[in-house]
């Protein structure tokens, strides 16, 4: 018995050693051919230490060839025809694009090789082995062969991975364009998302293409950031017109670049989420709060005004993407809602005050909820507010329109006019009202002759 183990031993360590000097030499370029190889391979399944040591002898020939491979595609070393990557690449974008493809393809040819050399046939298992080849009939175990061509593919690639890895971080490193960088960050995602079909998440292969991309995130977020300091370390005053600030309409057209990119990727739609808020969130957001801070120096309703144009320039222009702007465009028209409904409100002190209502309101109304205190007014103040009023109907619409003069978006004035003008008559009627519920002081309607009626057809 204890002469057959040593026959048994023996006859593995020959079948070992044949097998790693064939290892060293083995020709992908007609894997079909190797059926020794593969045949050896499946015998060394009984003994996994010794498998695993002709692996790594494997992997460690692939990765020389492979990456002298890489090294010729880069440099045109190779054949005279070939186009060098560092040559023919000017292009940051193509350039890291062209390593990937070349990375990809040679991953592929790696798998499509070591599945013809380890996924054996039925008629090749183990069957009519020559005993010239030191192999001999042994038992299958659960051990399958198959089971090591992905991580061995990927090990294959781990000296060419670290000469791309290198030149991909000099590329980010050496560049501050932010549309330049986030084309980067999509092939990168892109390619990540393939790699993990082909190898799986827990490769090497898919954590360095992982890692590069956190770091052409953190690139981009870093220039976008600088972008916006360089911004607010000389933010200018609102000019008159309270127009949109420069700094806007240069963060836009940024935005735009950015989606346009963003759209002809081919990152997966799980992703695309977070790529967009990302987007948002950096070339967006920050400029729309520094618009915030320049209003805060402006009386309103210009504020409210300047607010309003800086939003609608945004809103249009998140209506050019077709993809993830729901939310944020929620956010934008509820922030216009908000600063219309502050402009309604000056709009309609300003009727008040310029028509002599805000006088008859104001009487006694400190605890009246609106109403004016009729025991209080006097005959000379109905008929100072009502010649007041009188001037102040023939223009009220035209001075509305100066009052909202530099409002870009001529559909949302018309709006706050009419709005602010149907405040005003509820105003006017309620003071009527209040005239005439209190008998001591009716007579004091006389004095304010003007109708609810006639007011809303001299505003229009």
């Not at 890489?70 to 045109?76: K, R, S, W």
């Not at 090591?148 to 791309?164: C, G, I, T, Y």
């Not at 950031?225 to 806007?248: A, C, G, M, W």
Request: net charge negative.
């Amino acid at each position: 018995m204890d002469q057959m183990t040593r026959n048994l031993n023996s006859a593995y360590q020959r079948v070992y050693l044949w097998l790693q000097r064939e290892l060293k030499f083995l020709s992908f370029e007609t894997p079909t051919g190797n059926h020794r190889v593969r045949r050896a391979l499946e015998v060394l399944t009984n003994r996994p230490a010794l498998l695993q040591s002709c692996l790594d002898t494997l992997a460690e020939s692939r990765q020389r060839t492979l990456n002298e491979s890489f090294t010729d595609a880069l440099t045109g070393r190779g054949e005279a025809d070939m186009k060098p990557i560092d040559v023919m690449a000017h292009d940051p974008i193509r350039y890291t694009g062209d390593m990937m493809a070349w990375l990809h393809s040679a991953l592929v040819g790696e798998l499509e090789a070591l599945q013809a050399i380890f996924e054996l046939s039925g008629s090749e298992r183990l069957d009519d082995m020559p005993s010239a080849s030191g192999v001999i009939t042994i038992a299958p175990t659960d051990l399958d062969l198959r089971d090591h061509v992905r991580p061995l593919a990927d090990k294959s690639l781990e000296n060419a991975l670290s000469a791309f890895r290198l030149r991909t971080e000099h590329v980010i490193s050496s560049h501050e364009e932010p549309t330049l960088l986030y084309g980067l960050l999509n092939i990168l995602t892109f390619y990540r998302e393939t790699f993990k079909k082909l190898v799986g998440a827990d490769t090497l292969l898919v954590a360095t293409t992982d890692s590069l991309a956190s770091t052409t995130t953190r690139q981009l977020q870093s220039c976008l950031r600088d972008l916006f300091r360089s911004v607010q370390q000389d933010i200018p005053k609102p000019t008159p017109d309270l127009s949109p600030p420069l700094f806007l309409h240069d963060a836009m057209g940024r935005f735009r670049s950015l989606v346009k990119s963003f759209e002809a990727s081919l990152i997966s739609d799980s992703y695309k989420s977070r790529a967009f808020d990302m987007i948002y969130s950096e070339a967006m957001k920050p400029y729309i709060q520094g618009c915030e801070t320049l209003s805060k120096d402006l009386p309103s309703p210009q504020c409210h005004i300047f607010m309003v144009n800086c939003l609608e320039v945004s809103k249009d222009t998140l209506r050019l993407s077709g993809y993830g702007t729901e939310n944020y465009m929620h956010i934008i028209e509820d922030a216009v809602d908000s600063h219309v409904l502050s402009i309604v409100t000056s709009l309609h002190n300003f009727f008040l005050e310029a028509s002599g209502l805000s006088t008859i309101l104001h009487v006694g109304n400190n605890d009246n909820e609106g109403q004016p205190e009729s025991d209080l007014l006097t005959e000379n103040i109905l008929i100072e507010s009502s010649k007041q009023l009188d001037e102040f109907l023939p223009t009220a619409s035209s001075d509305a329109e100066s009052q909202l003069i530099y409002l870009m978006r001529h559909s949302l004035k018309k709006t706050i006019i009419q709005t602010a003008l149907n405040r005003f008559v509820d105003d006017f009627t309620v003071v009527k009202a209040s005239l005439a519920s209190h008998t001591k002081s009716s007579h004091l309607a006389t004095y304010f002759p003007r109708t609810a009626e006639e007011i809303q057809i001299l505003l229009g």
